[in-house]
């Protein structure tokens, strides 16, 4: 049983209704497949992965040098030096088929495998040939000093990444380290998106006088792309019910979304039209309508059959807010991740001016950020929320807490940078 009109959930309050009302076990549990490592850059693993051998493999220099055993080198000095006799030089990649006895050395370059018996390089800075055959080593070095020892990168059979980890580059050049180059992967999850709206039109259409583009849903379509959803473009509706119902069925069954974002509809002069159609979609229906955030205070959240859909404001800003709030985190979740709320890059800065907070409610505020004599200013730009250009000239937001009246010039605020 949803609240009435704008008895406002707070943000926290809607993440755990999310959670509380889906089944995400059941969503992702077929929802997997298996591609190369060259195009798995962030996604999200359904499996975990292990060393399936030790790397690199082999004792390995990291120097070049002269493969020895350490011991020979103790007390080494430049005036006192050891002297050790040459047995010749491992070639790169191949496996040396010989063994350094007390008094031998190696030549070896960086990257090449030791012989049997060496345990550390000595480099060659530190070393002068006499003649063909012998060296004068001038210095003390440690067991295994400029190698990596054959398992110090990895050992067989040690985890290396969970279940749910979104991969990096350096995670790619793991795998690629172990031979594994096919791995299974949750699928990216697909989002439709509903522009409603008797005044909208298309972004290729010229607008008539009370008429706009479609903003939002290429901004939106974006976003998505940007939180590693594929974004599904249906188009532009009248505020009519049985359009609207129509064209949400046919998009579930036709594509296999697994969320749908309906922008526009949610206010109070067209909100009947959305409300009674996500009602009608399935159990539990309508959750929320309206959260204690500025902008984006008359969003709609429903849950049909374990779907997820959103009615987003139609204005820019709002959208963009609310998705970052909501469904960014939603699709981690969809795909076994999990959301960490401060990915995103944030710095300190100083407020320029006074600004003004209703109590009880979660405020964003773009801001420009500039800096000047190394230190971070935040310049507020003011502009309602219907205003696509603000979010174009702002460096990030910066959130006023839910009891928080407001922020005085000179406060040290931290803006989450886009």
Request: hydrophobic share 40%; glycine share 10%; net charge neutral.
């Amino acid at each position: 049983m949803i609240r009435p009109l704008f008895e406002v959930s707070t943000p926290e309050e809607v993440i755990k209704l999310l959670k509380n009302n889906l089944n995400f076990k059941k969503i992702i549990q077929n929802n997997k497949e298996v591609i190369n490592i060259k195009n798995a850059l962030y996604r999200i693993l359904s499996k975990e992965i292990a060393a399936p051998v030790n790397l690199p493999g082999f004792n390995r220099s990291i120097m070049d040098g002269y493969a020895i055993r350490a011991e020979d080198s103790f007390g080494a000095t430049d005036s006192l030096p050891s002297y050790l006799k040459i047995m010749g030089e491992i070639k790169m990649g191949n496996r040396p088929d010989f063994k350094i006895n007390p008094g031998e050395a190696v030549k070896i370059s960086t990257g090449g495998m030791l012989p049997e018996g060496a345990n550390a390089v000595m480099m060659v800075e530190y070393t002068e040939q006499i003649d063909d055959t012998t060296i004068e080593a001038r210095r003390s070095i440690s067991p295994w000093e400029n190698v990596v020892r054959e398992d110090e990168d990895l050992k067989a059979g040690e985890i290396i990444l969970t279940k749910g980890h979104k991969l990096r580059p350096q995670d790619i050049g793991v795998l690629a380290g172990i031979g594994k180059t096919n791995i299974k992967i949750y699928k990216k999850p697909k989002i439709a998106i509903i522009s409603t709206g008797n005044e909208i039109i298309s972004a290729e259409s010229e607008p008539r006088i009370g008429q706009i583009r479609d903003i939002n849903s290429y901004t939106l379509g974006a976003c998505i792309e940007e939180a590693g959803g594929i974004p599904v473009y249906r188009g532009i509706i009248k505020d009519e019910v049985v359009l609207l119902e129509q064209e949400i069925k046919k998009t579930i069954k036709e594509d296999k979304v697994e969320v749908v974002i309906i922008s526009g509809g949610s206010s109070v002069g067209v909100r009947d039209v959305t409300l009674e159609v996500l009602n009608r979609l399935g159990k539990p229906g309508v959750l929320i309508h309206g959260v204690s955030v500025k902008p984006g205070k008359p969003t709609i959240l429903a849950i049909a059959d374990n779907r997820p859909i959103f009615g987003l404001p139609g204005h820019p800003v709002s959208a963009m807010i609310i998705f970052d709030l909501f469904v960014r985190p939603l699709l981690s979740w969809l795909q076994g991740g999990q959301y960490n709320y401060n990915s995103a890059k944030e710095i300190e800065a100083e407020l320029t001016c006074n600004m003004v907070s209703d109590s009880g409610r979660e405020d964003y505020i773009r801001v420009f950020v500039n800096e000047k004599e190394k230190k971070f200013y935040a310049e507020p730009i003011l502009g309602k929320s219907g205003l696509i250009s603000t979010m174009v000239r702002a460096s990030g937001l910066i959130k006023i807490g839910l009891n928080i009246e407001g922020v005085e010039k000179g406060s040290k605020v931290i803006v989450r940078l886009f």
